[in-house]
């Protein structure tokens, strides 16, 4: 979302400029993306408001899904759909595992790999719920590939007391590797 955000702050100072009416057709152009930019991006912070109940977040990942399927956001259509998948999941609804990984194609399909060591975390720990050991262990190997690659580091403690859970969860488990 850094991206959205920075331009929205980008078109609010624009629109705060002497001159910023002399062209109205571009006036209205920047108004336009201003109020787009803005349908997607509340939602979210308002999630980051109302993060513990699950409910909330459904009604907001479904308005982000509709306004970024209106307006052909494919990111916030992407991470809406993360969103929704992560509560569905955490609600005990089968088909949140599904939405989940696909709102994570769907981000890499963008091109995105912002918020994707996140995801593949949030994945990981339903795997683990789950008892899915094997797949929640090969997505903990990916987000930390991508905590390295990807510059989201901050990430690793978490995702290695995941891969701990998950090695421990194995029908032998090893506490040697898990200690690792």
Do not use: C
Not at 27 to 56: C, M, S, Y
Not at 59 to 64: P, T, V
Not at 70 to 87: D, H, I, K, M
Not at 119 to 133: F, Q, V
């Amino acid at each position: 979302m850094g991206d959205k955000d920075s331009r929205r702050i980008a078109l609010e100072a624009e629109m705060n400029g002497p001159a910023f009416w002399n062209d109205q057709e571009k006036a209205k152009g920047t108004i336009h993306e201003l109020k787009a930019l803005n349908a997607v991006l509340k939602p979210f912070e308002e999630l980051g408001r109302q993060g513990d109940d699950l409910e909330a977040l459904l009604e907001l990942a479904d308005e982000a899904i509709a306004v970024s399927t209106q307006y052909s956001f494919e990111l916030g259509l992407a991470w809406a759909t993360n969103s929704q998948g992560w509560a569905l999941a955490e609600n005990g609804r089968e088909e949140g595992l599904g939405t989940l990984i696909h709102g994570l194609a769907a981000t890499r399909a963008t091109g995105a790999n912002l918020n994707n060591t996140f995801t593949l975390a949030l994945l990981a720990e339903i795997y683990l719920r789950h008892n899915r050991i094997d797949e929640g262990l090969a997505a903990i190997e990916d987000a930390l590939t991508l905590a390295v690659t990807g510059g989201e580091r901050f990430w690793r403690a978490e995702l290695l007391r995941l891969k701990g859970e998950l090695l421990l969860g194995q029908p032998d488990p090893s506490v040697h590797a898990a200690e690792e």
